[in-house]
């Protein structure tokens, strides 16, 4: 028996992203009736519920059942708690569907994702599209309690900004009293809002924007490229711009089967985070068809590059990967991809 742990949010507002991940991964081990060389794999869903002593228990008991792979967490915060616990245990490999903090990168531990960090190199193609559309005054909103990714991905942002010829953010701005954020916007008249939040508090903020007058042009970052930030946001959404390495158009045959078997097992249509969920159990059983659980990491290292629904995967030495970019804009209520 093999037992591999997913600690994530599953409840309240981040829910959107762990239960669409939860969903890709269970698929996954279906398809191989959850035994992989004769062995049973059992897999253990728990809610973080965003509470740092929660998440704490959480991985302390895994490692006391003895579970080696832990999939996880929903958000970089979160993901920074459980990394501080698994990474004293070497046997152990922990491997992520969505954290994107480039505070992650560069480091030989026991983390993996198969979400393409907040870096320099990642926001090329966003950041050239934002120059060249003419855009010069940017105010970042981000979320205050995911910040390990959301100001991260801002100041990264703004970093590749700078590269290709680009200005300083005017402001950063938390989420938080919604009439002082109005009120900032008016006084400093940015020519681009670039928010990143989940899909829930990124339509909060763009509704409670434009009922009250504010109609700059909106980016956001692809934690809230979701069917519930429509849902959310409603006709303000129209306009909005989103860079993602998804593309949910793609013609690409796996991918076309994917989204048929996820439908057909789930009666939606899968988000981005339920095809990286799907894509990192595959990458877990292959590696397990490789050796044993104690050895993920030493295989994924050794193998590197795997095929991805839409492209290939490829890891570098310190887990991190490179994907493709898009750029999407929301038309007619649809995410329409237009560069």
């Avoid at 991260?152 to 942002?157: K, R, S, T, W």
Wanted: hydrophobic share 40%; glycine share 6%.
């Amino acid at each position: 028996m093999i037992k591999i742990g997913f600690v994530g949010a599953l409840t309240a507002k981040y829910s959107v992203l762990g239960n669409a991940m939860m969903n890709g991964i269970i698929l996954a081990f279906e398809e191989e009736n959850y035994k992989i060389n004769g062995k049973e794999i059992e897999l253990i869903f728990k809610d973080d519920k965003k509470d740092i002593e929660v998440n704490k228990k959480i991985v302390n008991d895994f490692i006391n059942q003895g579970i080696k792979i832990v999939i996880g967490n929903v958000t970089s915060s979160m993901t920074k708690i459980s990394m501080s616990i698994i990474n004293e245990h070497k046997d152990m490999f922990m491997i992520s569907a969505a954290s994107a903090s480039n505070e992650f990168s560069g480091i030989d531990d026991q983390f993996f994702r198969v979400h393409v960090a907040n870096n320099e190199q990642r926001f090329s193609s966003f950041a050239t599209y934002i120059k060249d559309s003419g855009f010069k005054k940017i105010y970042g909103i981000y979320d205050p309690e995911n910040v390990t990714y959301t100001k991260d991905y801002l100041e990264n942002f703004e970093k590749s900004f700078l590269l290709h010829g680009g200005k300083k953010f005017i402001q950063y701005s938390k989420i938080g009293n919604l009439d002082f954020l109005l009120k900032d916007i008016k006084e400093k008249n940015p020519d681009l809002l670039l928010i990143c939040a989940n899909s829930v508090d990124a339509a909060r903020v763009v509704q409670y924007l434009r009922i009250n007058g504010i109609f700059t042009q909106i980016a956001s970052s692809e934690w809230a490229m979701t069917s519930t930030f429509i849902e959310n946001s409603g006709k303000y959404s129209e306009g909005i711009i989103f860079n993602i390495d998804y593309d949910e158009n793609s013609k690409k045959d796996e991918f076309v089967k994917f989204v048929n078997n996820f439908e057909n097992k789930y009666k939606t249509f899968p988000s981005m985070y339920a095809v990286k969920g799907y894509e990192l159990a595959k990458i877990i059983i292959e590696l397990l068809k490789m050796g044993n659980e104690t050895e993920l990491k030493k295989n994924i290292l050794l193998k590197k590059e795997f095929n991805g629904l839409q492209n290939t995967i490829t890891f570098d030495e310190f887990g991190d990967v490179v994907r493709e970019f898009n750029t999407y804009k929301i038309i007619n209520g649809k995410f329409e991809k237009i560069k």
